[in-house]
């Protein structure tokens, strides 16, 4: 098992890492006499708060334009030495009974592994440098169709969008001991594990979504940036099967297609790093309600809670039969538990009193950590670390988003809510919290001063470039001929003189909707969709959408005239939806205010 040092008695790191880290800059002088991470000072007696004081820092105030502040152990202001625990066990006791489980859902990538890192890095800036090296970089996105990034609020603020993903790559030798199946080494790799965290633009909460890995999706056209492959656009496939398609840039650009949201970042990690930071932080505390044992992923362990690291840390992410129903609802929740475990230990466990462990901790975080060039440094982890940790505990809100069985494969697979998950992803796209969902989206910010969003008129339908699609046909029936040929006759009897028919075959649909790209395009689809009685809660964002399209689903078979029943139907769920439930179900909401329940177990893999 890859590790970069080991703890010696004496409480610093293996010769070998050691070494290697003080060759690049490494000054153990900087940790002596102290029991944590070096931290802000405060001021000597008599001198005022806001004066230089030895080591550049100024006490109750921020560090010198250029220089990194590392973080203290917890619970020790200034990094004072506090008395030790009595072990591992009883730290991570201490903090469950005061913290909730759910206290942290920034995964082990924004907040607390960027501080961690600058603990390390601040010690030299060679080491710094070279840390900075481990980072693998790759394009943020690999799609053909670019989002429109979020527009400040009135106060001058912008959300934050970043995609974490968890990789099963079988790539190098320790991923194929860990992933197993050498022979799928250089095959397809999957990313089973994705989450899209949103930060408001005021950074008083964050909403993460997960998405179970056998949702079906359409997944846009990526070109590889390495071979310059070209892999097409796929109708409906599982999300995790995006990764193979160019690499995380491709995930991040079929997130976007499907929610309509912009994504400023991703960060993802694979096996080798899911083990190695479960080992380099000395184990994650799990809970389970009874035994359980799944043959499948080789996870074995007593009913309550067991401290996980090594293998058995991957063994516990790549269960799914073993856990509540079977489902990969079960797995989902039960990495989201790991993870959010997982932050608890950087953020405070003893690793972080430990040079050696420190050292160990950042070589591993670096070395698992896959990110967009934009975040391809230290410096700027830490910069977003610093952005999010602003967020309340209380206000970190996680949710799995609706789904459905798969009418195609109800026992295998599923797909988003038609109806739940375009109002989760629109109240991300206007910044409404998940615990606040009756709250307004904030005003935009214009170059005159903060102002409500003005609608924009629609263009003359001369000028509106329409394509026309038939996405007819079900389970029960194919699709209906000629239907987009049809349609586009009659936009062109309506004035619609730029309205073409798309003759490539289209994934069925069950409804109708016209789809646009770009903000300037919302008023001409919404024109459209009044001009052929199509309701408004159809007319939907889409990053493919060249102009303005018209999908003609299977709930418009014949006629020129949207039906009526589907008009109706349509009322009917928008009269439901104006009630007083909300968009998502409390009791399906995770919050740092949740308690630390343990995972279900299926009664068949239980020992």
Same mark, same amino acid.
């Given at each position: 098992?890859?590790?970069?040092?080991?703890?010696?008695?004496?409480?610093?790191?293996?010769?070998?890492?050691?070494?290697?880290?003080?060759?690049?800059?490494?000054?153990?002088?900087?940790?002596?006499?102290?029991?944590?991470?070096?931290?802000?000072?405060?001021?000597?007696?008599?001198?005022?708060?806001?004066?230089?004081?030895?080591?550049?820092?100024?006490?109750?105030?921020?560090?010198?334009?250029?220089?990194?502040?590392?973080?203290?152990?917890?619970?020790?202001?200034?990094?004072?030495?506090e008395p030790a625990p009595a072990g591992r066990r009883a730290q991570r006791a201490a903090r469950r009974a005061r913290k909730p489980r759910w206290r942290r859902v920034l995964v082990w990538t924004a907040g607390s592994l960027a501080f961690l890192l600058v603990g390390v890095a601040v010690a030299g800036y060679?080491?710094?440098?070279?840390?900075?090296?481990?980072?693998?970089?790759?394009?943020?996105?690999?799609?053909?169709?670019?989002?429109?990034?979020?527009?400040?609020?009135?106060?001058?603020?912008?959300?934050?969008?970043?995609?974490?993903?968890?990789?099963?790559?079988?790539?190098?030798?320790?991923?194929?001991?860990?992933?197993?199946?050498?022979?799928?080494?250089?095959?397809?790799?999957?990313?089973?594990?994705?989450?899209?965290?949103?930060?408001?633009?005021?950074?008083?909460?964050?909403?993460?979504?997960?998405?179970?890995?056998?949702?079906?999706?359409?997944i846009p056209e990526c070109t590889d940036p390495d071979t310059g492959e070209v892999f097409p656009a796929t109708a409906s496939a599982s999300i995790n099967t995006a990764l193979d398609h160019g690499g995380p840039g491709c995930v991040l650009a079929t997130w976007e297609e499907l929610t309509g949201i912009y994504?400023?970042?991703?960060?993802?990690?694979?096996?080798?790093?899911?083990?190695?930071?479960?080992?380099?932080?000395?184990?994650?505390?799990?809970?389970?309600?009874?035994?359980?044992?799944?043959?499948?992923?080789?996870?074995?362990?007593?009913?309550?809670?067991?401290?996980?690291?090594?293998?058995?840390?991957?063994?516990?992410?790549?269960?799914?039969?073993?856990?509540?129903?079977?489902?990969?609802?079960?797995?989902?929740?039960?990495?989201?538990?790991?993870?959010?475990?997982?932050?608890?230990?950087?953020?405070?466990?003893?690793?972080?009193?430990?040079?050696?462990?420190?050292?160990?901790?950042?070589?591993?975080?670096?070395?698992?950590?896959?990110?967009?060039?934009?975040?391809?440094?230290?410096?700027?982890?830490?910069?977003?670390?610093?952005?999010?940790?602003?967020?309340?505990?209380?206000?970190?809100?996680?949710?799995?988003?609706?789904?459905?069985?798969?009418?195609?494969?109800?026992?295998?697979?599923?797909?988003?809510?038609?109806?739940?998950?375009?109002?989760?992803?629109?109240? +991300?796209? $206007? &910044?409404?919290? *998940?615990?606040?969902?009756? @709250?307004?989206?904030?005003?935009?910010? /214009?170059?005159?001063? !903060? =102002?409500?969003?003005?609608?924009?008129?629609?263009?003359?339908?001369?000028?509106?470039?329409?394509?026309?699609?038939?996405?007819?046909?079900?389970?029960?029936?194919?699709?209906?001929?000629?239907?987009?040929? +049809?349609? $586009? &006759?009659?936009? *062109?009897?309506?004035?619609? @003189?730029?309205?073409?028919?798309?003759? /490539?075959?289209?994934? !069925? =649909?069950?409804?109708?909707?016209?789809?646009?790209?770009?903000?300037?395009?919302?008023?001409?689809?919404?024109?459209?969709?009044?001009?052929?009685?199509?309701?408004?809660?159809?007319?939907?964002?889409?990053?493919?959408?060249?102009?303005?399209? *018209?999908?003609?689903?299977?709930?418009?078979?014949?006629g020129t005239v949207f039906p009526a029943e589907a008009v109706e139907e349509a009322e009917a769920n928008e009269t439901e939806a104006a009630g007083d439930d909300p968009a998502i179900a409390e009791e399906d909401i995770i919050s740092g205010s949740s308690g630390g329940n343990c995972m279900p177990v299926n009664?068949?893999?239980?020992?």
């Amino acid at each position: 098992m890859r590790r970069t040092g080991t703890s010696g008695e004496d409480g610093a790191g293996g010769s070998e890492g050691h070494d290697r880290a003080s060759q690049l800059g490494w000054d153990d002088s900087l940790y002596e006499r102290r029991a944590g991470v070096p931290g802000p000072r405060q001021a000597p007696e008599g001198q005022p708060a806001g004066q230089p004081i030895p080591g550049g820092l100024i006490p109750g105030g921020q560090p010198p334009e250029g220089q990194i502040p590392a973080g203290t152990a917890e619970g020790a202001p200034g990094g004072a030495p506090e008395p030790a625990p009595a072990g591992r066990r009883a730290q991570r006791a201490a903090r469950r009974a005061r913290k909730p489980r759910w206290r942290r859902v920034l995964v082990w990538t924004a907040g607390s592994l960027a501080f961690l890192l600058v603990g390390v890095a601040v010690a030299g800036y060679l080491y710094l440098e070279h840390l900075n090296g481990n980072l693998t970089k790759k394009p943020r996105s690999l799609g053909g169709t670019e989002l429109a990034e979020p527009t400040p609020n009135a106060e001058g603020q912008t959300p934050l969008n970043i995609l974490l993903m968890g990789s099963d790559s079988r790539d190098g030798a320790e991923n194929q001991e860990l992933g197993g199946a050498r022979d799928l080494a250089g095959g397809p790799v999957r990313a089973d594990v994705q989450m899209l965290l949103h930060a408001s633009a005021d950074r008083s909460n964050i909403t993460v979504i997960s998405i179970p890995r056998d949702t079906q999706v359409a997944i846009p056209e990526c070109t590889d940036p390495d071979t310059g492959e070209v892999f097409p656009a796929t109708a409906s496939a599982s999300i995790n099967t995006a990764l193979d398609h160019g690499g995380p840039g491709c995930v991040l650009a079929t997130w976007e297609e499907l929610t309509g949201i912009y994504i400023h970042h991703f960060m993802m990690v694979d096996f080798a790093g899911v083990v190695d930071m479960a080992d380099a932080v000395g184990g994650v505390p799990v809970c389970v309600e009874a035994n359980i044992a799944d043959d499948k992923s080789g996870l074995r362990l007593p009913a309550g809670e067991s401290v996980i690291e090594g293998e058995e840390a991957l063994q516990w992410l790549r269960t799914r039969k073993g856990f509540a129903d079977g489902s990969d609802i079960g797995r989902t929740k039960a990495q989201q538990m790991y993870l959010s475990n997982m932050v608890e230990e950087l953020q405070a466990s003893a690793s972080l009193t430990n040079t050696g462990e420190l050292m160990d901790l950042a070589e591993a975080a670096t070395n698992a950590l896959t990110v967009n060039h934009e975040l391809g440094s230290v410096q700027a982890l830490y910069d977003l670390g610093t952005d999010l940790r602003q967020v309340p505990n209380n206000r970190i809100n996680m949710v799995t988003l609706p789904w459905l069985p798969d009418p195609a494969n109800p026992n295998v697979t599923i797909i988003p809510d038609p109806a739940k998950a375009p109002e989760l992803f629109e109240m +991300v796209r $206007t &910044d409404v919290p *998940l615990d606040d969902q009756d @709250a307004e989206p904030a005003p935009e910010e /214009t170059s005159d001063g !903060p =102002t409500e969003t003005v609608d924009a008129e629609p263009s003359p339908p001369a000028e509106v470039a329409v394509t026309v699609r038939n996405a007819t046909g079900s389970d029960i029936q194919g699709p209906a001929n000629g239907r987009a040929g +049809v349609l $586009t &006759d009659e936009l *062109l009897r309506l004035g619609y @003189a730029q309205t073409f028919t798309d003759s /490539t075959a289209a994934a !069925p =649909t069950p409804d109708t909707e016209v789809q646009y790209a770009e903000e300037d395009q919302r008023p001409n689809a919404e024109a459209l969709a009044e001009t052929l009685g199509i309701p408004a809660d159809r007319v939907l964002v889409s990053p493919e959408a060249q102009g303005v399209v *018209l999908v003609v689903g299977d709930d418009w078979r014949e006629g020129t005239v949207f039906p009526a029943e589907a008009v109706e139907e349509a009322e009917a769920n928008e009269t439901e939806a104006a009630g007083d439930d909300p968009a998502i179900a409390e009791e399906d909401i995770i919050s740092g205010s949740s308690g630390g329940n343990c995972m279900p177990v299926n009664p068949l893999y239980t020992w």
